[in-house]
């Protein structure tokens, strides 16, 4: 069974920085675009960053310079440098991929999430 299993959320104060790390788990015969999305209360989910099999990246404006995703495609895992952080980055960060499953279509999977709590 395929899963995104994110860590390295946590405290951080303004100002300081968190690495998230996202990995595929399970069979599967493709692994195409990984990105972020994060979500804060009261808010809908928001795209952070994408990334494609061949490392073209997209970032959202509010993070461009701050925030550098990179990717391992034989450890089937991405990774989110988070600097400079901001009291409005707070959110639950989920992974997401688009992934075909060992002989099944491509299809979207999110992770469950990890907390990025930032003071200030």
């Known amino acids: 069974q395929v899963q995104l299993v994110e860590s390295g959320g946590g405290l951080v104060q303004a100002g300081g920085s968190l690495t998230l790390s996202c990995v595929v788990s399970?069979?599967?015969?493709?692994?195409?675009?990984l990105g972020w999305y994060r979500q804060a209360p009261g808010k809908q989910r928001e795209l952070v960053v994408f990334?494609?099999?061949?490392?073209?990246?997209t970032y959202a404006d509010s993070i461009k310079g701050r925030f550098t995703i990179s990717r391992d495609n034989a450890k089937s895992t991405i990774n989110l440098q988070m600097n400079s952080l901001k009291p409005e980055d707070a959110a639950v960060y989920y992974c997401n991929g688009e992934i075909a499953p060992a002989g099944l279509l491509v299809r979207k999977f999110w992770g469950k999430g990890t907390q990025v709590t930032v003071s200030s």
């Open positions: 990334i494609t099999r061949i490392y073209t990246t």
């Open positions: 399970g069979s599967t015969d493709s692994i195409g675009t």
